[in-house]
């Protein structure tokens, strides 16, 4: 039988440790950095959470210590919205196609989706809440609840629709009048909400009453505006355009008497929203409700994207500042603006006190406001988050705006603080990248944690909980993660599990001592575990070694070159130790591989040569010249050790001592040429060309696996090699840099060791991986140079890498990565293709031909990527579970937390019932939500109230559920709800007070009693007019004349019964009442024979 039908002969069943279709499941294990589709932010205060919505699908949220998750919606489309139920676990989401989905933050997975069926224009979560408003392209407003115990995204009864609106305003709607903006307003506890329109009309509704309360619009634009501040002063406001298409908009005061709104046209209004303001001024003229801000005195001006406001908590409901994003004139410089105002006069005399425009870091995308704990000086403003592509995440803090806004420059470029990556990619920009197994005990860790960078104290986010298998004693550093970067610099990071942490820095020059291209960007990092050596090499040539557990205070450090060789004494902290480096040629280093158990390290150079360091002494042991006539540089290498049972001839034909084993080197170079080498004399053994006709040809990889592919009978065909064409057998042998010889012997001696190698060794398979084919070798062919191969596949598509992988301890399957970015997986040593997937459905990833360059896998097949400011480590396979998940997962949601967060607020109301001053723990409470402690009651009893509104149909019963004055604090402007006859159940239990409570509230009692009986009628014996609106809502209804007439027939007969019953209980209560008075008779008859030393 011959070597390939032997090679390719499959068995009955599938042996242990090959690979199947079942094997695969492709999957992102450990996601770091942020994408470049970034595109939305939203924040979690309480929790200490950002999450980051980009433009196909993805969801990044960040927490503190390194913490990370990365979630995929199932289609790769943007988000138009995305808010967080904030303290409860869950993150809402909109997608472009109008899905809403609700995430569970523990366990990373959608857990509710509903699927609307028009157009989302917008969508706010009202705080504290799991309720949601969504409003659509038709002006309908609904409001959606998230269930958690069920799991389910439900629709509430209540809604707003357009003619609702039109109703109620007495304004004509278009058909299709999208709702651009719904905010809950402050201080209302839910029971209004803004509702701002596109063609400009604002209505602040009262959802308890199904009332608008205040409507603003085109009509107040018509009327002079009390002032226009703008920037220049020559700005003015065009009262001629009829119609303003509003943007965007945002509450400016926190007790929502304030309303800033941006507009298409680039004009920013201030509306005063109160209620109890007089709409006239002293001589009787209707006065203006707005100011108007302009950023710009141009008549093309840029629209307003974003504005969100910071109140000032140092001078409370009288100042704080706008941000704006938009505004300006357009082909302007884009910044980001933040205007300090001021209304402490009231808001006709509003006033813009400051300006600052932020220079951006990239173009701007979304921005969102951190709300401070404490304000004790200056302006008390927020700090904020800016996003900005390519995936940019910018901090600053409120001491450096506190402190621009005190200075005069109108434009600055602010040091803000920058996302602190897990892995930096791009500051410093990174080169290269190794995944490889560790020895290190964690105890290394500690001793070098101070070599680490940490995250800039400044950055507020601290939310998620770390697994406690990261926190077991005696752990060991199972894998680590290197990178080397363009300063000449390293980072190692502990790979262990998926929240990685950096335990070494090691920067490109070695204190004290001064070496000529140490900070030249990295080139190549070769890892050997059972020493834990480390070889960096740069593209300057230098190679330097260093030992990442060394424990002597004072080392030596040896520079050698190719003419001396100096050694330097240095003290050395604990942790990573330099022990070495060698410049030897100034050429790019290309690779670098540890042989013989790590004694000596092979190394080939961009310009065609190969050198040879021995680890122990420190010492060169022998230089090549070019290593194949092309000068192509060597782009992979591959050893093998043989077992030597002879001795070795030496250059003047004398045979000397035996060897234990031999190592032989077979490195192949980028043009498609292998060329085998003695690892002891750097002797060439032989040499070959791949496809000698095909000079664009470009290799990628070479693999020695380790499968036997002789029968017991394969020994009757000899292993001599027999030259048949000697200018094909192999080319002159390279010198040793330390003993020159002819090229007569060196031909010889090549000739006689790869006859001697090809008659002892068992053969096995060498993989040559090239762009457009896959190529398999017998071993001993290969050294005897036959460049005829055993077997071939073509690859339809261009590939640019490979990794061989193993299951249960051996080797059965490869790896490709196309230029396309679809990942194929063949079995080896067949190569037939097993399945296949790709970066875009792992990762929603486009290949970049620069990912080649970082890219390494782990013998298990576990991939690591660099996208960007994205770092991914892919898990291929079934079989594979590295990182320990989801044990080792960090939690994203801290439920601690959410429990004391819950309790001191609960404290905190309780001190407030009782009338104590909330103090240290009111500040905390505002600390928890930022800053929005006062627009909160009693959640629970919140949530119940919006239960009981959002549940019926708006005009349905009038909502009669009274809250004390501790669950809703009503504003004084809110009208008491009038209750009428039908509203009163009288089948309730007759509580009987104490007397003496009676008399303290009798009177009060007494028109409480009257008002709910005659529906707020006062003593006048003629009725209250009502009018037209509160007609339709108290007796509105949907259907035609007969059933309406059914329908106020039932009301007739429930009233006359309740009337009947009220008349049973009055006859009750009288008897009750002449029964009393017989007591208090007999009582006072009683007490007045008694004497006083009786009582």
Known sequence: MSMLAKLFQKPAQSPQGSVTLKDLDPRVAVHCGIPSTASILAFDPIQGLLAIGTLDGRIKVIGGDNIEGLVFSAKPLPFKYLEFLENQGFLVSVSNENEVQVWDLEHRCIVSNLQWESNITTFSVIYGTHYMYIGDEFGFLSILKYDADKGELLQMPYHIPANLISEATGLSLPDQQSVIGVLSQPCSLGNRVLIAYQNGLIVLWDITED?????????????????????????????????????????????????????????????????AVSSKDQQGQKKSNFINLQLSSSDRRLPVIVLHCSENRLHTNCGGQLFVYGGDEIGSEEVLTILNIDWSSGIESLKCVGRIDLTLNGSFADMILVPNAIATEGYGISSLFVLSNPGQLHFYDDSCLSALMSQPEKKHSVPAVQYPEVIPTVEPYMTVGKLTLSEIVSDAQHRVAHTATTPSSKWPLTGGVPSQLSFAEGNIIKRI?????????????????????????????????????????????????????????????????????????????????????????????SGAQCTAIFSIFNSPVCTMQYVNSGDRLAVTFECGRAAMIDVRSLSVLFLTDCLYNSNSPAISLATRTFPSTRGSVDHSGNKTSNESSKEVIFILTRNANVVVMDGTTGNKISSLSIHPTESELSAISIYILEINVLSEGSSENPSMISCHDPEAKSEPAQTNAHNHQHSVEAESDAFAEATFLGQNSVDSIVLICCEDALHLYSLKSLIKGESESIYKVKLEKPCCWTAIFKKDGKTCGLILVYQTGLIEIRSLPDLELVGESSLMSILRWNFKTSMTKTISSSDTGQIVLVNGCEVAFISLFAFENDFSIPEALPCLHDKVLEAATDATILFSQNQKQQGNPPGIIGGIIKSLKGGKAENCGDDKNIVAHLERIFSRFPFSDSFTGILDDQEVGISDDQEVVVLGIDDIDIDEPVIVTSSSHKSESKGKDKQTERGKLFEGGSTATEPRMRTAEEIRAKYRNEGDASSAAAHARDKLVERQEKLEKLSRHTAELQSGAENFADLASELVKTMEKRKWWHI
Not at 532 to 551: F, K, W
């Open 211 to 275: 009332r608008a309360v205040l409507v603003r619009g085109n009509e107040d634009l018509q009327l002079k505006s009390d002032k226009v501040v703008d920037f220049p002063k020559d700005a003015t406001l065009d009262h001629e355009q009829a119609e303003k298409e509003i943007s965007t908009l945002c509450w400016v005061s926190s007790d929502g008497s304030i309303l800033a709104v941006g507009y298409v046209d680039g004009d920013i209004l201030l509306w005063n929203m109160s209620t």
């Open 481 to 573: 993660y290197i990178a080397g970067y363009q300063d000449g610099s390293v980072r190692i990071w502990d790979a262990t599990f998926p929240v990685l942490s950096c335990i070494f820095v090691l920067g490109s020059e070695v204190e004290g001592i001064e070496v000529a291209g140490t900070n030249v960007s990295v080139s190549s990092l070769e890892f050997l575990s059972s020493t834990s050596s480390l070889a960096i090499g740069n593209e300057y040539g230098l190679v330097r070694l260093y030992r990442l557990t060394g424990n002597s205070d004072e080392t030596s450090l040896h520079v050698v070159t190719e003419t001396k060789c100096e050694v330097h004494k240095f003290h050395c902290d």
